[in-house]
């Protein structure tokens, strides 16, 4: 079945059309992802910012006719984190109904964790696998048999705390502490966690900088793995560089430098939390949970 999945989160705005096949397999031939940053304001104001929904209706609509191009049977639009925390996150969620003709759905976060969790795990083992999701405003924890998403992300914590261009080192200190404090409230004591993977943008761009890709190769970053002194290194390199050069490093799309260091220092302190050496990069994602739910029904 041809099912296609636009996921409208706090930094970025993804579009994926695929063919799930009735083994579960999953073929795509639609994958795009554009920064929209439509959470920007929304930790300190708690509402969408009217230039910001007016980016990610745009590229919305965008996606809508790419998805009846592809003849695609079932499709959907989730929102996650900056949509369910703003004020008039619902009438947003109208709004994308009413402009692109999508069917829209706003997930919680224990949703959007079991769906990641789904799509990541379709083509791993589970066995003493934690997955975790850094997005915009939220990161969601996923093991079988438990999942947390907490109110931890690179564009919310960015913004509370990363203020200099490049951040000094006591507002580094300071992000670092704020997230280390909600893992140690989320993280459940006896969860057996052997292997960690992460997905979504920081994990992929970590991947993409470490490989030095002139050009983003999926096939290169599922499962690339990171260590922690890798990681270590990425973020004070990328710490001590401003805005601006920052844009400029290989593997790193220029959109995404303003979220990359709070997205490293959050990967960091999870695998500090859960006492682990490496995290493995994956592609698959809330995309591919989505997509074969989509197909399931």
Do not use: K, W
């Not at 008039?88 to 829209?104: E, H, I, Y």
């Not at 907490?150 to 300071?174: C, F, K, N, S």
Request: charge should be negative; hydrophobic fraction near 45%; charged fraction near 25%.
């Amino acid at each position: 079945m041809r099912t296609a999945v636009v996921d409208i989160g706090t930094n970025s705005t993804r579009l994926l059309v695929a063919d799930v096949e009735r083994d579960g397999e999953l073929r795509e031939l639609v994958r795009e992802s554009l920064v929209t940053r439509l959470g920007e304001g929304v930790e300190a104001g708690g509402r969408l910012r009217p230039a910001a929904r007016e980016r990610v209706l745009e590229v919305v609509e965008r996606y809508a006719s790419t998805i009846a191009e592809q003849g695609a049977e079932r499709a959907l639009a989730v929102m996650t984190s900056a949509v369910r925390d703003a004020a008039d996150g619902p009438q947003f969620a109208t709004a994308v109904t009413s402009r692109t003709g999508l069917p829209g759905a706003i997930l919680g976060g224990d949703e959007e964790a079991e769906l990641t969790f789904a799509g990541a795990t379709a083509a791993r083992s589970s066995d003493g696998l934690l997955v975790v999701d850094i997005g915009g405003g939220s990161t969601e924890l996923v093991a079988a048999g438990f999942h947390v998403s907490m109110q931890v992300g690179v564009v919310r914590h960015g913004e509370r705390h990363l203020h200099g261009d490049p951040p000094t080192a006591a507002q580094l200190d300071a992000l670092a502490a704020d997230v280390r404090d909600a893992l140690a409230a989320a993280r459940p004591a006896g969860l057996d966690v052997r292997e960690l993977v992460a997905v979504a943008g920081t994990a992929t761009s970590c991947a993409a900088i470490d490989l030095e890709l002139e050009a983003y190769d999926t096939r290169r970053i599922e499962g690339h793995a990171l260590d922690r002194a890798t990681l270590r290194a990425l973020r004070d390199r990328l710490a001590a560089l401003p805005l601006a050069a920052r844009r400029q490093v290989t593997g790193l799309h220029p959109d995404r430098a303003a979220v990359i260091v709070p997205g490293v220092l959050i990967l960091l302190e999870v695998l500090d939390a859960f006492g682990l050496d490496r995290v493995r990069a994956s592609d698959r994602d809330i995309l591919h949970g989505v997509a074969r739910a989509l197909a399931d029904r």
